[in-house]
């Protein structure tokens, strides 16, 4: 960390959350999570869709929300707005805690908060004309006389780019741009401060999507709204949004300044997505991240870094540091197979399988580590470990060989989440220590690495040796 990074740190009196703290902050999101209720096959187990997140939205400014599909950018964006229940934190918004209201206070407060969706054609009733679409929130919300309401949505219709003769059309009698506008002037009917774009242009042809990014952003300045930016596209991301929040698996990895993470990413994850985007310039040298396997189910998330079965930056063994990246590569496949494997047994379907007498799903013991391991060089001390750990799997099941390969092989990454602090886990307040305050803007990254006490090497330093 810089100097700057530390002398910003010692003047902190609360744990930051991606913000520097003398901007006027309008969200403040603490712990969050939000999880679906399991059912049939998985019995109780929920899907943790936001696992525990805390940043800060300002007033004014737009957030970008990025992540793999699944990561739980929607789920996170709906819960901010209360179209989903929280299960635990908190969703300040200007102070007020407002997973607690309900009722008339719940209503009133909605006004405040809206979501424009990505899919323009499935949000709009077709049966309804453009001016009762847009009117709707202000019938439900009783807002002055009829006449009062028809004028105001003209007025939106105009200030979306739209025509005040379009309140009497139907949604079919418009392109996809359009309905997106439709979209855009029914939110900002009860004249909101907040507004969820959900991938509000991804549905788009490419030549209107300028167009309705454009009108995002004068909507922005004409009303001064404050817009959580949910997008996969990270050249939309770059262009509209101050900052940015990167997800994996229901948790915040790395958030801050747009134009600082995308040129100096400081998680491995960020590397990982950055990495990704194809080079404008072909001749450019970037390297790619390959990352192998997918993400783990948001139902079993990993126990220590949520990104730890993935990370090609994942901190090793000291007496491990050199082993050849292939190899390690394996090893962490091997994890991810037993780990399947302990699930699928798990599972009812497999269980009748067997009761048929038909073919389980996976090979044997044996068959897998052949496949893994039989074409690479492994070293005597690395063999015997693979021997013990293939007779405990079909000894004594999965989770015996999978807490030896743990031991073996396994770190802090494994450990605990990074961005609840360890042995603040259990507890309703974790407090990310501070080290993960990565740059004096505020920019945060969870990722063991930054422990300066620990002396590992930094992320981006170890990527630029494995890659
Ligand atoms: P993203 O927007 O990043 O694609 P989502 O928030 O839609 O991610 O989903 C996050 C996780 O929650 C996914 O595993 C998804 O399958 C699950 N999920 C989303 N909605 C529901 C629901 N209503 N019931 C159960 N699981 C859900």
Redesign the pocket.
Known sequence: MSQNAMEANATETEPQVGSSQDDDVMVEVRDLRTY?EGEGLFGGTP?K??DGVSFDIKRGETLGLV??????????G?TLIQLESATGGEIRFDGTDITTLSGADLKKWRRNAQMVFQDPDSSLNDRMTIGEIVREPLDVHDWKTPRERRQHVKELLDTVGLQREHYYRYPHQFSGGQRQRIGIARTLTLEPEFIVLDEPVSALDVSVQAEVINLLEDLQEEFGLTYLF?AHDLSVVRHICDRVAV?YL?NIMEIGPTEELFANPANPYTHSLLSAIPEPDPSAHKDRITLHGTPP??RFPPDGCPFSTRCPARIRPPEYENLDNDLWVQLDTLREVLRERDRAEKSVTDRIRELLGKEPRFGTIEEIYGELFDEHDVPADVQEILDETADLARDEGEIAALDRLGEEFGSVCEGYDPDTGGENEDTDDPVAPEYYTVSPTGRRSFCHRHDPSAEYAEPDQVLDERH
Not at 67 to 76: A, I, Q
């Open positions: 679906y899907v869709a936001v992540g793999e599909s699944g990561c739980g950018k929607s789920t996170l709906r949910i997800m229901g189910s948001p």
